[in-house]
């Protein structure tokens, strides 16, 4: 089935050393976004690709990047994690208004 | 932006039950609306979503009408099950120009048997 794939689902870090998750669809479609959703709340819009055009939150620390080499892949790259930033990552994509989520990766920061 | 209010939780609720889950929004014009489910260590699933004025989306036995007189999106079901326990989230837009979307804040749903 067509769908957002996220690896890993799991990902454990130190402080401070950088780590990087993946995300990829089958899908086909030309927007991609990275949420951040911390425990018990609301997923928070980090960033969205539109194509290959970059659309950074305004309050979006930068400590966080992303990278697009295709329409079917999309990075996040945390350069220096801290402990704040411990939440699910999820990755969505959309050819209109309805967005299709992934699975999540659970980040642990040590 | 537009913005959405949706009520806390947790709600518990017994099998069989009738579920009422409020969600109220301002927007500027009328774009459509969005209950997603979140299971738990899952991401967010389309629940339901309307496009217009009174259009009614439909999923799993879970409705909800899109109301722009009382500004609502409401979620209901008629009969809960112990599997649809997860956190439900209303969400639309943020506005006019882009595709990406906020979020209520989130309602637990648990249902006992």
């Known amino acids: 089935d067509a769908m957002v794939i996220q690896n890993p689902r799991y990902q454990v870090t130190q402080f401070g050393k950088p780590v990087t998750l993946s995300c990829s669809q089958t899908l086909n479609h030309n927007v991609m976004y990275w949420y951040q959703q911390k425990s018990s709340q609301a997923p928070k819009l980090l960033f969205h690709?539109?194509?290959?055009?970059?659309?950074n939150e305004a309050d979006t620390p930068d400590n966080f990047q992303s990278r697009r080499p295709n329409t079917s892949f999309c990075f996040l790259d945390i350069r220096s994690p801290g402990l704040g930033d411990a939440a699910m990552y999820l990755c969505?994509?959309?050819?209109?208004?309805?967005?299709?989520f992934g699975p999540g990766t659970r980040l642990l920061v040590l | 932006g537009n913005s959405v209010t949706q009520m806390e939780g947790p709600v518990t609720l017994s099998e069989e039950a009738f579920l009422t889950i409020n969600c109220t929004y301002t927007a500027t014009g009328y774009p459509s609306l969005f209950w997603y489910v979140q299971y738990p260590g899952e991401g967010l699933q389309l629940l339901l979503k309307a496009t217009k004025a009174d259009d009614k989306g439909s999923n799993k036995g879970f409705e909800a009408t899109y109301r722009k007189e009382t500004t609502s999106f409401h979620l209901e079901k008629g009969s809960v099950q112990v599997s649809d326990s997860a956190v439900y989230f209303c969400?639309?837009?943020?506005?006019?120009?882009?595709?990406?979307?906020?979020f209520g804040k989130g309602t637990t749903l648990s249902v006992s048997s």
């Open positions: 969400a639309l837009p943020a506005n006019q120009a882009g595709t990406a979307l906020i």
């Open positions: 969505a994509t959309s050819s209109g208004e309805t967005q299709y």
């Open positions: 690709y539109y194509d290959k055009d970059f659309n």
